[in-house]
T-cell receptor, first 114, second 113 residues
């Protein structure tokens, strides 16, 4: 069964460093998403991506964040200068269609900022 | 703006007992509604979804949920809990005009032997 994969499973970084979180969505999906879950809190939407551009983003997704689909398979989230409060589990998701379609989630990357 | 509330951050049931996890939403338009389950150290897995068809929705693992517009609710039920049901459950709402999901805070289900 096809699934969304994410690497690494755990990333530790120093405050102020750049990190890139990687995701491989399901191959025939057209919409891609990033969510984050701070420990003990709810899952929060960051950004959605369609047709090689951002289609929606939340207020969390500020200038420190960027997304890219560098090739036909990977979907990345870059945090330019990490802050302590960026420590969270980051989930990638993908869906065939946009509105109302089931989103398939990856296992997540746990980011720890020291 | 959409929002989701889940009454009870932690629910404990005995094995074989009824599971009832509550979800209420607010949305200015008829929403799409979802229940996801998260097992420890894993991602989110879809249990079931409501997208304006039948109001009683059946999902995987014996779970079902009923959309009640008058109560703005989408409670999740399972007649008989199994030990393997222990996990975190998230209700989510999607405005058909938007792509992103808004998740509730989650309910941790414990199943006691």
């Amino acid at each position: 069964e096809p699934e969304v994969t994410q690497t690494p499973s755990h990333q530790v970084t120093q405050m102020g460093q750049e990190v890139i979180l990687r995701c491989v969505p399901i191959s025939n999906h057209l919409y891609f998403y990033w969510y984050r879950q701070i420990l003990g809190q709810k899952v929060e939407f960051l950004v959605s991506f369609y047709n090689n551009e951002i289609s929606e983003k939340s207020e969390i997704f500020d200038d420190q964040f960027s997304v890219e689909r560098p090739d036909g398979s990977n979907f990345t989230l870059k945090i330019r200068s990490t802050k302590l409060e960026d420590s969270a589990m980051y989930f990638c998701a993908s869906s065939v269609g946009g509105r109302g379609d089931e989103q398939f989630f990856g296992p997540g990357t746990r980011l720890t900022v020291l | 703006a959409q929002s989701v509330t889940q009454l009870g951050s932690h629910v404990s049931v005995s094995e074989g007992a009824l599971v009832l996890l509550r979800c209420n939403y607010s949305s200015s338009v008829p929403p799409y509604l979802f229940w996801y389950v998260q097992y420890p150290n894993q991602g989110l897995q879809l249990l079931l979804k409501y997208t304006s068809a039948a109001t009683l929705v059946k999902g995987i693992n014996g779970f079902e949920a009923e959309f009640k517009k008058s109560e703005t609710s989408f409670h999740l039920t399972k007649p008989s809990a199994h030990m393997s049901d222990a996990a975190e459950y998230f209700c989510a709402v999607s405005d058909p005009a938007w792509q992103n999901f808004v998740f509730g805070p989650g309910t941790r289900l414990s199943v006691l032997p």
